[in-house]
Structures are given as structure tokens and as C-alpha cells.
């Protein structure tokens, strides 16, 4: 079975330029959330939609959005980016059983603002 | 708000050596989930443990066990019998347990211990 995939793997961008990022859940979950891991932190909350509306959002300016599709799929997107945007993104999902089988995570991308 | 605080930012253990990673948190909330996540270099968070606060018993998952403190606010991870494989991060995360999900059921995660395990 696939698990969590995102893409891409690595991207490579300009101060003021805009990303989106790509998540494809498990198949059968439909909660997908995002988090930012900057190097030498644990990973902060942004994001989490189920049944592709916003459930929750972390501490992040609006320069942060998401959206989830009819298909669990997600992007996220971040505008105007700042060199303190350069993290690995990661995407988690849950088919609701998180509290007994945690998050399952993607293998991350990694955001280099220059 | 929840904090969760790993005091350790490197640790090395002998291979077949026991080693155990500390994790303190602080709520005000008397039901929640701890877990502890192992992220090794391809990046990818994978579940080592989890334990339910209403539990007084300690989680073991085979060489994996906590030491759950619950009045002291203290989730330890024992790994037993190392292993090269066992080199990587390993983060302690919380999750609260009420609420109707979202920003409520986000994972709250300390800094990280990186664990070195000598051959």
C-alpha cells in the first residue's frame, strides 16, 4: 500500500516567490494536516482539513493557505516567502484513529528560500 | 497551551546497551495522548510508542517502553537491547483529547533528541 506521499522532494526558491506543496493521503483517510519542522526543531501545526474543510490552523500568517480536494488530496501554498520559510514540510494523515495508531507521515519537502 | 520540553539534544548508546530519552510536558488537561516519534535521515516521522494518559499502566512495544509519570508531568522512552537501526530523532508529541478535532487534536512536539548508537 502507498503510504503518504508528497511532492516535490526539494525545492529551491526565491525571497517573494510563491510554492505550493503537494500531499496525497493514504487511501481511505480523509484528514490530512501540515507541518513546518525548521532544522533543529520539532515540527509546529499549520494545518489540518477533514472532508476538505479547515478543521484547525496554527500559529502561521495569512501568507499560509491550504485547501483539500474532493479526492483527500491536499496543497499547501505560501506566499511572498521569507528566508525563515525554509523547513521541511511535512504532511500527516488519519483515517480518525490517530489517538490509537498516531499520524502517519510523508517523507517531507524540503523548502530552500534564498 | 501545551509545551513539550526534551532536555537531551544528543545521546549515544553502546549497540545491545539500554539508553533512555527524557520528555517533560506541561497542561492543564487531565485526558491526552503522549507519543514518541522516531525520525531517522529519510526524513519520515514513524510512530515508536504511544501512551493514554488515563492509563496508569506503562506502554511497551518490544524493546520500546515508557516510564509514565503522570503528577510529574513525565513520558520517557527506555530503549532496550540498541540497535544501529535505532540511530535517528526521536521526538516526544503530544495530543490533547478534547474538543472535536483540528487545531485541538494537532501533535504538539518537543525539540528532539538525536540518538547515536556506537557499533
Known amino acids: 500500500d502507498a503510504g503518504v506521499t508528497q511532492s516535490p522532494t526539494h525545492l529551491i526558491k526565491t525571497r517573494g516567490q510563491q510554492v505550493t506543496l503537494r500531499c496525497s493521503p493514504i487511501?481511505?483517510?480523509?484528514?490530512v494536516s501540515w507541518y513546518q519542522q525548521v532544522l533543529g526543531q520539532g515540527p509546529q501545526f499549520i494545518f489540518q482539513y477533514y472532508e476538505k474543510e479547515e478543521r484547525g490552523r496554527g500559529n502561521f500568517p495569512d501568507r499560509f493557505s491550504a485547501r483539500q480536494f474532493p479526492n483527500y488530496s491536499s496543497e499547501l501554498n505560501v506566499n511572498a516567502l521569507l528566508l525563515g520559510d525554509s523547513a521541511l514540510y511535512l504532511c500527516?494523515?488519519?483515517?480518525?484513529?490517530?489517538?490509537?495508531?498516531?499520524?502517519?507521515f510523508g517523507s517531507g519537502t524540503r523548502l530552500t528560500v534564498v | 497551551a501545551q509545551t513539550v520540553t526534551q532536555s537531551q539534544p544528543e545521546m549515544s548508546v553502546q549497540e545491545a546497551e539500554t539508553v533512555t530519552l527524557s520528555c517533560t510536558y506541561d497542561?492543564?488537561?487531565?485526558?491526552?495522548?503522549l507519543f514518541w516519534y522516531k525520525q531517522p535521515p529519510s526524513r519520515q516521522m514513524i510512530l515508536v510508542i504511544r501512551?493514554?494518559?488515563?492509563k496508569q499502566q506503562n506502554a511497551t512495544e518490544n524493546r520500546f517502553s515508557v516510564n509514565f509519570q503522570k503528577a510529574a508531568k513525565s513520558f520517557s522512552l527506555k530503549i532496550s537491547d540498541s540497535q544501529l537501526g535505532d540511530a535517528a530523532m526521536y521526538f516526544c508529541?503530544?495530543?490533547?483529547?478534547w474538543g472535536w478535532g483540528g487545531s485541538n487534536y494537532k501533535l504538539t512536539f518537543g525539540k528532539g533528541t538525536l540518538l547515536t548508537v556506537n557499533p
Open positions: 497542561t492543564s488537561e487531565s485526558d491526552y495522548y
Open positions: 500527516a494523515s488519519s483515517d480518525g484513529t490517530e489517538s490509537l495508531y498516531g499520524y502517519t
Open positions: 487511501s481511505g483517510h480523509k484528514s
Open positions: 501512551q493514554e494518559a488515563y
Open positions: 508529541a503530544y495530543r490533547s483529547d
